[in-house]
């Protein structure tokens, strides 16, 4: 079982650094040759960055489009952000002194994330447009991290694993030092559906994660009149004239 | 072919989300482009046989050569937030006519040949082959689609239905499926510099027309300069502007405006359109052929500023992209913004004092403004974000005494489409257009209501045919919809004037076919 979770681990973070490597390459490779942010739009770069930071932080046009949505994904995104952080104690030895700071909070983060999927479930099963748009996979991948959540929830309210022993064995995977790994089932689950989410993460639509960061509407700035914007396919067309 | 019967929407006290009724609007598609049309732009006269594979492999060249497309395709979460955004579903209830199904028609026929997942577990993840069907859903919903790029405002990555429908236009032109309307007009466009094909003889005797009216009306020699070498500003307007209402009293404005600010300018022969249906069929190559033409005539004529007339997505390619696809423009006087809006203009004369207004000249009218998707999300006027929604309200302002906004969900970046822009301007969608103006219907009738409001202005020819041809269907009138130059035209304070009444223009002349073409 160590061993066998042990590949699979690496065989996961492969698939997830090398699948996403070779997305955001091709999406920085592409080229925008045409300025098309929505407007209004920030004027300079810095105010891009500030556009954009609201969107990944407070979700802005998600919150001028639907309350509910905003709510459910915003307690999702950010439940999710906090138990992610709080899991950082389990591959740093000793635990940095502001990961033990957020413990309590993550450890309750991840109830509102959990609320937060099952809003955005029940909108997907309720609410008619919603249900016309979804394909199996829409909600499955719901159900896989609702079923991430759960278990985890399970393992810090009810049905405590080995912690020490688990940590260990992260550990030593960070060091390829494959160490004794426990098999309650619950952690097992848990574990599993963690690598199946990271394999298909590249593959999946939860490539928005890198995609927002690309998206012209939103990162380009607004100045065309004064700086002449052209892709090299575009001189290429012109030269050839 | 006769237009069927159809049900006008219902005018609701406030806006609802309609339950989806699904293919409520399958049978609605254009015409497709005959051969010559075809041709005359580069593409295959007919559906070739082997277009399956053709528009397959475009789709791929497309997701290289645009980041937006390749972005978008691969974002979406299916979180619902652009469901109830586009004015096309909430006027034809047709599911397909949501923002994310439209795109999901282009979607799954990428993912299933384009994505791992889409390739191996098609039906897991709404992937599809491309049929005949697929297709024929394409055609008819790419051209329900008016690129008002409404959706993109509230979707969390501001995925832009408006880049994939280009996109699937551009495919199905490639392998001979392009539509009527759009190549006709492109067509005519790229021969004789304008949609309506009017040849130079035309404009001038309309334009001579234009300047006995106006002296008639006010005892001032106005000049409608044509191909006037060495003047200041060469001003490019759609061809609408020449001849359609109310497009052409908000020409007549623009030519007052120039005369009391004592500003040379001249319109081109040559570049006599500003519009280009280039950008609706998603084709760089064809708009950029159009936006050369105002390049050359610019340096033909020898002016120092290029100035656009009101026309909405001719605003977005002239400030968005006329610098990218025809600059640079370092040859024009540098001191002013390269293009400028008229509206920039005009505001910019009334701040300094240059031009003086009696606003009692448009007492007659009660105003609202409609802001135009193209003007008020894919481009600015002035020098501060959001400019496109204050320099026309405080024109309108200044010309008027009595002016009230629409709600706030239906203006400025909320605005709703008037339903024929993006290239569906067209006899043959008229049930579309009519359908798909109702959120805009219904926000006007609220303030019709509450404010008393007797007239909408508006600063795109597309809107401007739009609303004089689907008012009726409304129980508004035609000529409720104005210039935003007309209201200046009727306000400014010409030096020299001898007669202070300007009564409303009207004319019962229905160009509004005409108008279409021209828009």
């Known amino acids: 079982m160590s061993i066998l979770f042990a590949i699979l681990f690496y065989a996961a973070t492969a698939i997830l650094v090398f699948g996403l490597a070779y997305r955001i390459r091709k999406y920085i490779k592409t080229p925008a040759p045409l300025k098309i942010p929505t407007t209004p739009a920030p004027t300079t770069t810095s105010g891009v960055a500030f556009r954009m930071f609201k969107e990944i932080t407070i979700f802005e046009s998600l919150f001028k489009s639907n309350k509910w949505i905003w709510l459910f994904g915003w307690l999702f995104h950010f439940g999710l952000f906090l138990v992610l952080l709080r899991h950082l104690r389990y591959f740093t030895d000793p635990v940095w002194w502001w990961v033990a700071l957020i413990q309590p909070f993550g450890k309750y983060a991840s109830i509102a994330m959990l609320v937060g999927l099952g809003g955005l479930l029940l909108r997907r099963i309720v609410v008619d447009r919603v249900r016309y748009i979804s394909a199996p996979s829409d909600y499955l991948m719901l159900l896989l991290i609702i079923g991430i959540g759960a278990t985890g929830v399970l393992m810090t309210f009810v049905t405590h694993t080995d912690i020490v022993t688990l940590k260990s064995y992260l550990l030593g995977l960070m060091v390829f030092d494959i160490r004794t790994m426990p098999t309650d089932i619950v952690l097992v689950i848990h574990l599993s559906l963690v690598i199946l989410l990271m394999a298909i993460f590249p593959i999946s639509k939860l490539l928005h994660a890198p995609g927002v960061f690309f998206s012209p509407t939103r990162n380009q700035v607004d100045n065309p009149r004064e700086k002449r914007h052209i892709s090299a396919w575009a001189i290429k067309l012109e030269s050839s004239k | 072919m006769a237009v069927a019967k159809f049900d006008v929407p219902e005018l609701k006290e406030y806006p609802i989300i309609p339950k989806l009724q699904k293919d409520a609007m399958a049978h609605s ?60 579903y909430l006027g034809t209830t047709d599911p397909k006519n949501m923002p994310v199904a439209r795109q999901d028609l282009f979607r799954k026929v990428y993912r299933r040949y384009y994505t791992l997942a889409g390739k191996i577990v098609p039906k897991l993840v709404g992937a599809e082959d491309l049929t005949e069907e697929v297709l024929d859903d394409w055609y008819t919903y790419f051209h329900q689609c008016s690129q008002c790029r409404r959706c993109s405002v509230y979707c969390p990555y501001g995925i832009d239905t408006a880049e994939i429908s280009m996109a699937a236009r551009e495919i199905m032109d490639t392998v001979g499926k392009g539509q009527k309307y759009c190549n006709e007009i492109i067509g005519k466009a790229q021969v004789l510099g304008n949609n309506l094909g009017l040849p130079e003889p035309a404009l001038i005797d309309t334009l001579e027309g234009l300047e006995e009216d106006i002296e008639d009306e006010t005892g001032v020699q106005v000049k409608m300069p044509l191909d006037v070498k060495g003047a200041d500003v060469l001003l490019i307007t759609p061809s ?230 689907i008012f009726p269907y409304y129980d508004f009138q035609m000529d409720q919809i104005v210039s935003v130059h007309q209201l200046v035209s009727n306000a400014i304070v010409l030096t020299g004037q001898t007669d202070g009444e300007s009564d409303e223009e009207n004319s019962d002349n229905d160009d509004s076919k005409d108008a279409e073409q021209a828009a």
Not at chain 2, 67 to 80: A, E, I, N, P, T
Not at chain 2, 422 to 445: C, F, H, N, S, Y
């Open chain 2, 29 to 88: 598609a254009p015409y497709v482009a005959k051969e010559e049309f075809q041709t005359k732009l580069g593409y295959p006269g007919e559906l070739i046989d082997n277009w399956k594979e053709v528009a397959i492999e475009k789709m791929g060249e497309l997701t290289n050569k645009y980041r937006s497309l390749s972005v978008y395709l691969d974002s979406c979460v299916k979180c619902g937030a652009c469901t109830d955004k586009c004015h096309y």
């Open chain 2, 240 to 469: 609408a502007d020449f001849f359609a209402e109310p497009h052409i009293d908000g020409l007549i404005g623009y030519a007052k405006v120039f005369h009391e600010a004592g500003i040379s300018w001249t319109m081109s022969s040559y570049a006599s359109e500003a519009a280009n249906f280039g950008m609706f069929i998603g084709s760089y190559e064809n708009m950029q052929k159009l936006a050369l033409r105002i390049r050359q005539a610019a340096l033909d004529l020898g002016v120092k500023r290029i100035v656009f007339g009101e026309c909405g997505h001719a605003w977005r390619v002239a400030y968005s992209f006329l610098n990218t696809l025809a600059g640079p423009f370092d040859f024009l006087d540098q001191n002013y913004p390269v293009p400028q809006h008229i509206c920039e203009v005009t505001h910019g004369l009334i701040q300094d004092g240059t031009i003086k207004l009696d606003k009692s000249g448009n007492d007659h009218m009660t105003l609202t403004y409609h802001d135009s998707c193209n003007v008020a999300r894919a481009s600015r006027m002035g020098d501060t974000p959001g400019g496109q929604f204050t320099i026309p309200r405080d024109i309108i302002r200044a010309s008027c005494n009595n002016f009230y906004d629409m709600p706030e969900h239906s203006i400025k970046e909320g605005t709703y489409c008037c339903g024929g822009g993006g290239g569906l301007l067209t006899d043959d969608l008229i049930e579309l257009r009519v359908k798909g103006a109702m959120p805009r219907m219904q926000a006007l009738k609220q303030v019709t209501e509450q404010n008393g409001v007797t007239h909408m202005a508006a600063i795109c020819a597309i809107c401007k045919s739009q609303f004089s041809k």
